[in-house]
């Protein structure tokens, strides 16, 4: 059919959430290390007494981060938070045994804290349930938080940090279910340790909201932990990845399987909420999302995509989903922020923006408000996608949707009303997915809506869907273009045409 875009601003879906624009900075690769961190960097870009890398930081301020992820991912699972604390010259040098490497703990709690403040961000920290003991998560929720004269409130005074911190956000381990992590477990023996290990964080500190640990948000793990932990936790934690695989159509469709896995979360919690009796907020917090396919960029070799066009497309779709799906996606954490499967790349001389940094800009700066109900009709892919499956997640674990062939839809809309500039605008963010054609679409706002006809236009596109950027060259980056607007719009093949922005009269 042919394409159209029908948005009708009294279709208010609920406020977008600026946490579903947050960060994740792990033990992992170059992510810390040489990555937000570089003490005594030999070009002067690093903060003398903190270490921190200015350069980052600004970067990561225009990117508007409201919340960051720590320390993990698969490290957390090993990793014993009390070695980061204290005089560095004490700390212990540790195996690591998520990537297979060596902590030196440099950076830990209070480094972590005192950049999340540099950075104007809020801290997010996932426990330790691999090797890690309740005595472990509740004396670092102490150590943060309390302002009791306890033991560990007490060393965190005497570490020079009088205040307490207040972190919020905890999250019940990473991927407990995962074969790759330390300290799996099976999704009843999980639920029952997570739920014990709520109930005594929640007496220590009744403030902080926990997260509990899900899979893909679709999987028998996510069923049985909801049921169990639904009535303690706010969230429930997904993670998916895009896997490209060189794949244009691969790539673009992940954020669609996702969708589909929001979906089946949603009614997850509803049925757990139904079986506990609860009438309480329990939402999604997706904290780990990105393109990253592993066999491009293995994560024991640092995991540094080199991202292309055809990723900063899928990306854009990725957000598409997360706007559209702002009722019930509260926080999401692209994965990760520095160097690591990351929208920017650092070297000891500088940094550059990836492709994918320029959606996740746009969508961050404009894409605030309440989200709206879009209604759009697309042409889709002549060749379905064939394979046996949808592959969107990392560890070969794959999206089995009946309907994947309706999922090859080429154009890919959210919209939000907004009114941060001082007037009631409409921004629209359109993904052409397709690799070979352009689409000239009409966009329709309801009967009673009339729009002004000067739109400004926040475009990424490049020629070429290999068009990727480096230290040297930025071929992919957002183009400002002010038009008129006839009613009418033609979306480049291959294009993000993002907050698409109309003044609502
Ligand atoms: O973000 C990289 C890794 O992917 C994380 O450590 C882990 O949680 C996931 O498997």
């Known amino acids: 059919s042919p394409p159209s875009i029908h948005i009708d601003p009294a279709r208010i879906i609920d406020e977008v959430d600026p946490r579903i624009y947050s960060g994740f900075?792990?033990?992992?690769?170059r992510c810390i290390y040489g990555g937000l961190y570089d003490p005594g960097n030999e070009n002067g870009l690093s903060d003398p007494n903190t270490g921190f890398r200015l350069d980052v930081l600004d970067v990561l301020r225009d990117l508007k981060v409201p919340l960051v992820r720590y320390p993990g991912g698969n490290f957390v699972s090993s990793y014993r938070w009390q070695d980061g604390i204290g005089p560095k010259e004490s700390r212990p040098r540790r195996p690591e045994l998520a990537w297979l490497t060596e902590e030196s703990n440099q950076f830990g709690t209070d480094e972590f804290i005192s950049w999340c403040r540099t950075l104007?961000?809020?801290?997010?920290?996932?426990?330790?349930?691999?090797?890690?003991?309740?005595e472990d998560a509740l004396a670092w929720l102490e150590y943060c938080n309390s302002s009791a004269n306890t033991f560990y409130a007490n060393l965190r005074r005497k570490n020079g940090h009088n205040e307490p911190y207040g972190v919020k956000y905890w999250a019940l381990g990473n991927?407990?279910?995962?074969?790759?992590?330390?300290?799996?477990?099976?999704?009843?023996?999980?639920?029952?340790?997570a739920f014990q290990w709520a109930k005594a964080l929640k007496?220590?500190?009744?403030?902080?909201?926990?997260?509990?640990?899900?899979?893909?948000?679709?999987?028998?793990?996510?069923?049985?932990?909801?049921?169990?932990?639904?009535?303690?936790?706010?969230?429930?934690?997904v993670h998916q990845y895009t896997v490209s695989?060189?794949?244009?159509?691969?790539?673009?469709?992940?954020?669609?399987?996702?969708?589909?896995?929001?979906?089946?979360?949603?009614?997850?919690?509803?049925?757990?909420?139904?079986?506990?009796?609860?009438?309480?907020?329990?939402?999604?917090?997706?904290?780990?999302?990105?393109?990253?396919?592993?066999?491009?960029?293995?994560?024991?070799?640092?995991?540094?995509?080199?991202?292309?066009?055809?990723?900063?497309?899928?990306?854009?779709?990725?957000?598409?989903?997360?706007?559209?799906?702002?009722?019930?996606?509260?926080?999401?954490?692209?994965?990760?922020s520095v160097n690591v499967i990351s929208p920017i790349i650092t070297s000891s001389k500088g940094l550059f923006r990836q492709t994918t940094y320029y959606p996740l800009h746009i969508f961050s700066n404009l894409m605030r408000g309440s989200s709206l109900d879009v209604h759009v009709t697309t042409p889709?892919?002549?060749?379905?996608?064939?394979?046996?499956?949808?592959p969107n997640f990392v560890h070969d674990l794959t999206v089995h949707t009946p309907d994947s062939a309706k999922l090859t839809k080429y154009v890919d809309v959210s919209a939000v009303l907004?009114?941060?500039?001082?007037?009631?605008?409409?921004?629209?963010?359109?993904?052409?997915?397709?690799?070979?054609?352009?689409?000239?679409?009409?966009?329709?706002?309801?009967?009673?809506?009339?729009?002004?006809?000067?739109?400004?236009?926040?475009?990424?596109?490049?020629?070429?869907?290999?068009?990727?950027?480096?230290f040297e060259e930025e071929k992919v980056k957002t183009v400002v273009k002010d038009e008129k607007f006839t009613g009418m719009y033609t979306l480049k093949k291959h294009s993000f045409q993002g907050a698409f922005a109309c003044v609502l009269l």
């Not at 900075?25 to 690769?29: A, P, R, V, Y």
């Not at 991927?175 to 340790?193: F, I, L, N, R, T």
């Not at 889709?380 to 949808?390: E, F, I, K, L, N």
């Open 25 to 29: 900075t792990e033990h992992m690769g």
């Open 120 to 134: 104007g961000t809020e801290p997010f920290i996932c426990l330790n349930m691999g090797t890690g003991t309740l």
């Open 175 to 193: 991927e407990v279910w995962g074969p790759w992590q330390v300290g799996q477990m099976e999704s009843q023996d999980y639920a029952k340790k």
């Open 203 to 237: 007496l220590l500190d009744p403030s902080i909201k926990l997260i509990s640990c899900g899979e893909t948000g679709y999987a028998d793990w996510d069923r049985v932990t909801l049921k169990k932990l639904a009535p303690l936790v706010d969230f429930h934690s």
């Open 245 to 336: 695989q060189g794949k244009h159509l691969v790539n673009v469709m992940g954020p669609a399987a996702a969708e589909k896995g929001i979906e089946i979360t949603r009614s997850l919690i509803d049925l757990a909420k139904i079986e506990n009796g609860l009438n309480k907020d329990l939402t999604v917090c997706f904290d780990e999302w990105n393109v990253w396919d592993p066999v491009r960029a293995p994560g024991e070799k640092g995991a540094e995509e080199h991202y292309d066009l055809s990723d900063a497309l899928a990306v854009a779709a990725w957000l598409n989903v997360f706007v559209r799906k702002a009722d019930i996606v509260k926080i999401a954490c692209i994965a990760q």
């Open 380 to 390: 889709s892919a002549d060749a379905v996608y064939t394979g046996p499956t949808v």
């Open 418 to 470: 907004a009114s941060d500039a001082g007037r009631r605008e409409i921004r629209v963010a359109i993904v052409n997915r397709s690799d070979t054609k352009a689409f000239t679409v009409p966009l329709l706002f309801g009967p009673n809506a009339k729009v002004a006809d000067d739109i400004r236009v926040y475009e990424v596109w490049s020629p070429d869907l290999k068009d990727a950027n480096s």
